[in-house]
């Protein structure tokens, strides 16, 4: 584990707040009931009135554009890092 300042957990933490909020309504929710809630998916599902597959599908990749976003700071630029990794994977 590594050592980092008060200073910084709370400015990574007002960050990635920042980053959260640019997710869709849905995606906050399922990502809220997943890891703050410690729902399943299964009920999260019954939550958001998804199926169990696209709630999996959205909190996978709510995660992947929450990475993004807090590597990149907006999301325009968050998108092109995506589509250009995506399209790298496929090639």
Known sequence: MFDISEEARNNM???????????????????HLRYWELMTIEEISHDIGMSWAETDRLI???LVKLRYLFLCGNKAEAEKM??????ALSA
């Open 13 to 31: 933490s007002k960050r990635l707040m920042k980053m959260f909020r640019k997710l869709s309504k849905n995606a906050q929710r399922a990502l």
């Open 60 to 62: 996978d990749s709510s």
């Open 82 to 87: 995506m589509k250009e990794n995506m399209q």
